[in-house]
Every structure is written in C-alpha cells, then in structure tokens.
C-alpha cells in the first residue's frame, strides 16, 4: 500500500509565498509522474502542476510564473513552490502520484492522492 502525506499548507497575505511538500512511502517499485490539484469550495478538482519522472513540469496558465513544481526521487517527495500568491488560488490542494507498486512476484500502475492541505491566501 502507498500513503502520500502533504504538509505546508496554511494562512498567507496576497502577494506571499508557500511552499508545500508530498511524501510517499510504502511498496513503491518507481514513482511516474506526481502532480498537484487543488479545489475550492462548490468547484471541480483541477489539475496546478505536474512533473514526470524525467524532470518535464507542465503548469495550469494561472500559476505559470508563480508556481514552480519539483520532485526529490532520493525522498520520494514532490513540492510546490508558490509565490506571489492571490486569494484565487485560496483551495484545498491534493498531492498525486502515478506510482508502479510491487504486489509480490509482479507490479502494477495505481494512483494514489494525498489527504489535502488547505491553502488560504487573505487580501
């Protein structure tokens, strides 16, 4: 079993900074691509960044040049670096990861999502 733990989130004024972080652990063969989503209160849960196992980031047009997304393979741990923060971006974010466990003699392809940490940003 895989287990993603977040932590970072918090309260900050418009135009501050954040930086979350997503640990996982368990019976992980590789992690693939890990990713943030977050979701406000009566919204849909929409994708913020992602980073595949190569290095490649791809960020919503919102955060780009705000948000920068980074991965630790040593610690099995994505971050996201937000900065210049707006109350726009005020939700609950959850960390994803694309992860190949081992299941005794063979793998196989799941996806895991973190518990959520909220995020909220004052005017």
């Known amino acids: 079993q895989v287990h993603?733990?977040?932590?970072?989130?918090?309260?900050?004024?418009a135009g501050g900074s954040l930086r979350l972080s997503c640990a996982a652990?368990?019976?992980i063969f590789s992690l693939n691509a890990m990713g943030w989503y977050r979701q406000?209160?009566?919204k849909s849960r929409d994708l913020v960044a992602t980073i595949t196992s190569g290095g490649t980031?791809?960020?919503?047009?919102?955060?780009?040049?705000?948000?920068?997304i980074s991965r630790d393979d040593a610690k099995n741990t994505?971050?996201?670096?937000?900065?210049?923060?707006?109350?726009?971006?005020?939700?609950?974010?959850?960390?994803y990861a694309d992860v190949r466990v081992t299941?005794?003699?063979r793998?196989?392809?799941?996806?895991?999502?973190?518990?959520g940490t909220q995020v909220t940003v004052s005017s």
């Open 25 to 27: 652990s368990g019976n």
């Open 107 to 115: 793998t196989r392809r799941n996806d895991y999502w973190g518990q």
């Open 103 to 105: 299941e005794g003699w």
């Open 40 to 42: 406000a209160p009566g």
């Open 57 to 68: 980031t791809m960020y919503q047009d919102s955060v780009k040049g705000r948000f920068t």
């Open 78 to 95: 994505v971050y996201l670096q937000m900065d210049s923060l707006k109350p726009e971006d005020a939700a609950v974010y959850f960390c």
């Open 4 to 13: 993603l733990v977040e932590s970072g989130g918090g309260l900050v004024q």
